[in-house]
């Protein structure tokens, strides 16, 4: 390759072994990543015997879709006998990657949601999944339960139930969960009636450390109720139950007594209702043609079904 007598190659001849055009060569060369063993008499460009295997590294690292600053530092760490970047850029280069995907696959199924649509439908379709960017983004839900929630609920026990409650769109969706997703953004971007959203009963007194309480024990109660939604069990007295009341006996400084359960039956009965909400959640995480997924909302339903029911027993 390289030619005598001082074992250098010009650009025109590097660029050609490596399958390159001049112009790469030159770029790589005037950006720093492509040092040049020295200059011509007439100050043209010349290569040592390293630079081909440079070359082929770069325009690999190239084809990889990495930018000029990621190449760069794989380069410096390569030329020190380390792998560290070269790991780092190719993971995020497959984490975008899995993005543009994620992205290309409900844009996909939004499109054969349009177009399976009755054509005198197609114009709200085409408004409501317009509003929602791809891939998806949940930051809405996570707005609207924010302002839902205890205002002095704890940072952490708020991101607990943030982490349930707000529906995780799937990567590759069917059209009917794109269409929940975006009527599920819809509800939760629409304006509130009055203007405030109305707040269960639980809310309204309680503290940083009752909310923490309230929170965390619904969060395992409802665990147990989905296990037994799963199973299709009907809504009975059980460890579900206990759990439940439990919650809201320790946020209240209360004991577990039939008269406070009969109260709390009545509170949850009068208590605003956000059932649409689950629903349209139930549709998104659930997978095509599978049981419904239980949520916060459906095992709430359930333990309230199930408290009902044992208080109307009891008188």
């Not at 975008?96 to 949601?113: I, N």
């Amino acid at each position: 390759m390289f030619t005598p007598p001082d074992g250098l190659c010009s650009i025109g001849e590097l660029a050609e072994r490596a399958g390159v055009t001049v112009k790469a060569v030159r770029f790589y060369s005037d950006n720093g990543l492509l040092p040049e063993a020295s200059r011509s008499a007439g100050g043209h460009r010349r290569y040592g015997p390293d630079a081909l295997d440079r070359l082929r590294l770069l325009r690999s690292l190239r084809a990889l879709g990495l930018p000029v600053r990621e190449v760069r530092r794989v380069l410096d760490e390569e030329a020190d006998g380390e792998q560290g970047a070269l790991e780092d850029a190719v993971a995020g280069q497959l984490r975008d990657l899995g993005s543009q995907l994620t992205a290309l696959r409900w844009r996909e199924a939004g499109m054969r949601l349009v177009l399976e649509c009755p054509p005198g439908e197609r114009a709200d379709r085409l408004r409501l999944i317009g509003a929602v960017a791809a891939p998806p983004s949940t930051a809405p839900m996570a707005r609207f339960w924010r302002a839902w929630l205890p205002p002095r609920m704890p940072a952490r026990a708020r991101t607990a139930f943030l982490e349930v409650a707000v529906a995780r769109p799937p990567d590759d969706p069917d059209p009917a969960q794109v269409l929940a997703f975006a009527r599920l953004n819809a509800l939760v971007t629409r304006p509130c009636t009055g203007g405030e959203q109305p707040q269960p009963e639980a809310h309204k007194g309680s503290g940083a450390r009752a909310s923490a309480i309230l929170y965390a024990g619904l969060a395992q109660a409802y665990e147990l109720a989905g296990a037994r939604l799963r199973e299709g069990g009907a809504p009975r007295p059980g460890e579900e139950l206990d759990s439940f009341v439990d919650a809201y006996a320790g946020a209240y400084g209360s004991r577990d007594t039939p008269a406070f359960r009969r109260r709390l039956v009545g509170q949850l009965a009068a208590d605003p209702r956000i059932d649409r909400y689950w629903e349209l959640t139930a549709d998104v995480i659930t997978a095509p043609g599978g049981p419904p997924e239980p949520t916060p909302g459906s095992a709430h339903d359930w333990l309230f079904a199930a408290l009902d029911a044992q208080t109307a027993a009891a008188g």
